[in-house]
């Protein structure tokens, strides 16, 4: 709901259980007043104060009120140049060269229903669902003009966010930084919540007090990186998983990012989001604008559990698009870790076979079926199938696989061109680099220049006879390097700290084309696994393989940390053989399911070396999987335990209306003699009573409260899942 006062110019957004608001004061700032837990609708600049600061200028309108600074006022927008001197969200060099930004309020607008953003990933809603705010600023002196969008999700304590910038100056301007998000919280004593890690070990969650000064994370990578997340979390000190007031925040791209926070000298903490000012620099003609991604805000007072909950429910209902997320996702059989290059159509079909007996319902052939591509060296780029491998080609094949009653899909990896390959032998000026430079090659691969159109509808023609195979239903969508020596020739020397950003415009102008041909096509996202796992590719691809990592015990800590802001139908993960091939460590068949069932779920290894009790044991995970979909994809989600600091690693599924759940529990190591424990369970009615794995009856308030006496193990990694069916 969204409120306006505008005698006072005060705007109040509230969802269900929070209160955003904002203010544009005597001198036309624009105020950040609150942001928190509901209350009223009353003008909460009271909270704001004023005192003669050193070295805080004072604005000119300000005359000689020394107790007025916008290098002390929470901002809305912040703007750099101008007297404010904590973190920017928007820079520019304006025609005589300076870097002043003076931002005052000029309007404002409310829209029904949710503000559309071109070419770029956004929530969506239909007309109720949600309602849209619009305040302007101007800097006078530049004409630069910028439009703040703010989308209300009441429902979902949810508040999206974009902004325009509008350069209605009759000289050109350099936007040096266009951030999609300010968030001035007038208080010091917060925790700041990361997700980083490295190439197969992604989003492994990082707490710390913030400190006076700068500090955050982002990517310079061309993706939002396998290494820190656009995601991230401030807290109350005390807060935890069920407690506490805590702030998520989360940026909808899949580019270079930086997410800062600046815990100023007056103890106020100021969250940057947007994308990263660093190799960025975006020409606006008079009349032309920019749009930042979107960025998407949940603050809960009821601890991160609930933050959490809040963004699963948002995106699956708001962000994954109809029709194929929103349909029963297959559970699949991956040829990768099975086969990886070395494969024909027999194997394959072997492969397959296996999964179909034992009720899997889609085969990936995953990389190495196109060009001359044996190892990772060559091939990318030339997008016909190798007749080698497949001399029947891929309708036989397809065929082959239906006939056995299961789907089929096939992986891709357009953005990348190897050298060795017919591609970059006819078009070797169709990359992101330089010619005359020495040029870095990561994976042996180079960049195709996806700001090109041409570029992108070359490999998307090559690629389209392969989207309209009959019998495809399903597309891996990989990017396997890290952009460097970026530079397009299709762009003059001043334009070229715009690459970055139009490479990403590029991929999802790509995407969407995809989505709109061939929408029957689920499309999962992919970059080595985990490295562009974020809102914006989800807005295309409604799952993402979550890592390259599939060992069960690094996964429990990977889909943990994910899991604070992305929902289980959107974490790609299967089960692999052991030992495992990233880390040599065996982990029992039984907890490998459990942990990828809590994911969109399937296998990647040959099924036909496993054991007769292991067969057995994998149909009945699948049968497990199919029965229980909805409780698993898309139930409410309680982390039960961290898995960093926990003897195990627990969590649980709780139907909408709470007469079911899923526990699931893995150990971390086995002790001799080790201590009784019990583990007490979140979401349940507390009025309700629970048939444990259809035996035991529990009351859900005694689950809850007192716990489930866990049954003594022996072993490593051992598992249990408890499925709880309310008595009726
Ligand atoms: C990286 C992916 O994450 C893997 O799953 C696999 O598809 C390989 N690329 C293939 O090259």
Redesign the pocket.
């Known amino acids: 709901m969204i409120i306006l006062d505008q005698k006072n110019r005060v705007f109040t957004l509230h969802t269900k259980s929070t209160t955003y608001q904002i203010k544009a004061d005597q001198y036309g700032v624009l105020l950040h007043t609150y942001y928190g837990p509901r209350v009223g609708t009353a003008d909460l600049s009271r909270l704001i104060q004023y005192a003669d600061r050193g070295f805080s200028p004072n604005p000119g309108e300000a005359i000689d009120d020394r107790t007025y600074s916008l290098d002390t006022l929470p901002q809305e927008y912040s703007a750099g140049g101008a007297g404010d001197f904590r973190l920017p969200s928007i820079q520019a060099e304006l025609a005589d060269g300076s870097r002043i930004v003076d931002l005052r309020y000029t309007g404002f607008e409310v829209r029904p229903g949710k503000y559309a953003l071109e070419g770029l990933p956004a929530f969506f809603a239909r007309e109720g669902e949600a309602e849209t705010l619009v305040l302007t600023l101007e800097d006078a002196a530049s004409g630069l003009t910028v439009e703040l969008y703010y989308a209300v999700f009441e429902q979902y304590d949810l508040i999206t966010r974009s902004v325009q910038v509008f350069n209605r100056g009759s000289a050109p301007v350099s936007l040096l930084q266009a951030a999609s998000l300010c968030l001035d919280l007038q208080r010091g004593d917060l925790d700041l919540l990361t997700f980083n890690g490295r190439h197969a070990m992604e989003r492994n969650l990082s707490r710390a007090p913030l400190r006076p000064g700068v500090q955050g994370v982002g990517s310079v990578r061309g993706a939002s990186s396998h290494q820190h997340n656009p995601f991230i979390m401030l807290c109350e000190q005390d807060a935890g998983e069920d407690h506490g007031l805590c702030w998520g925040a989360m940026l909808l791209y899949s580019g270079n990012f930086d997410a800062s926070v600046e815990r100023s000298q007056f103890e106020n903490s100021r969250l940057v989001m947007g994308i990263h000012p660093r190799h960025f620099c975006w020409t606006l003609e008079p009349g032309q604008s920019f749009t930042t991604p979107e960025a998407a805000m949940v603050c809960s007072p009821s601890g991160f559990g609930d933050m959490s909950r809040q963004f699963h429910r948002a995106i699956r209902t708001h962000l994954l698009r109809a029709p194929r997320a929103k349909l029963h996702k297959p559970v699949l059989i991956n040829s990768?870790e099975a086969a990886y290059f070395k494969f024909d159509a027999d194997k394959l079909v072997s492969l397959a076979q296996e999964g179909a007996k034992l009720g899997v319902d889609l085969f990936v052939l995953?990389?190495g079926w196109f060009g001359i591509r044996n190892d990772?060296c060559s091939g990318l780029g030339d997008w016909e199938v190798n007749g080698e491998k497949l001399s029947g080609g891929l309708a036989s094949l397809i065929g082959r696989v239906q006939a056995l009653g299961m789907g089929f899909g096939i992986?891709i990896e357009p953005e990348m061109v190897n050298e060795n390959s017919n591609l970059y032998r006819a078009h070797p000026d169709w990359v992101l680099t330089p010619a005359d430079r020495p040029r870095s090659r990561g994976r042996s691969q180079l960049v195709l220049d996806f700001t090109r159109r041409d570029v992108r509808d070359y490999i998307y023609e090559s690629l389209k006879p392969v989207f309209a195979q009959p019998g495809l239903s399903y597309v891996?969508w990989?990017m396997?390097r890290s952009l460097a020596e970026v530079w397009s020739p299709a762009l003059p020397a001043g334009r070229q700290g715009e690459v970055y950003h139009r490479f990403v415009l590029g991929v999802y102008e790509f995407a969407e084309r995809l989505r709109q041909d061939f929408p029957h096509l689920l499309i999962e996202g992919?970059c080595?696994?985990g490295g562009r796992f974020d809102g914006g590719m989800l807005y295309y691809t409604p799952q993402i393989?979550c890592s390259?990592n599939t060992d069960a015990m690094d996964r429990l800590r990977i889909q943990y940390g994910t899991s604070f802001c992305y929902p289980v139908c959107t974490m790609g993960a299967h089960v692999s053989k052991v030992p495992n091939e990233q880390t040599g460590r065996v982990t029992p068949l039984e907890t490998r399911g459990t942990v990828a069932m809590s994911g969109t779920f399937g296998y990647e290894m040959d099924l036909g070396r496993t054991t007769p009790e292991e067969k057995k044991m994998i149909k009945e995970q699948v049968r497990f999987f199919k029965e229980h979909y909805d409780l698993i994809q898309q139930g409410d989600y309680y982390r039960l335990s961290d898995p960093f600091t926990a003897p195990y690693t627990a969590w649980e599924q709780v139907s909408p209306d709470k007469t079911e759940a899923l526990v699931s529990l893995v150990y971390n190591s086995h002790q001799a003699n080790g201590p009784f424990r019990t583990l007490r369970m979140k979401g349940l009615d507390p009025n309700a009573v629970y048939w444990i794995n259809g035996g035991e009856l529990w009351p859900g308030d005694v689950l809850m409260a007192a716990g489930y006496p866990l049954p003594l193990f022996m072993g490593d990694y051992q598992s249990i899942q408890l499925y709880l069916k309310a008595k009726s």
């Open positions: 990768w995953d990389d990772d992986w891996k990989d396997n992919c080595g696994g393989w390259d």
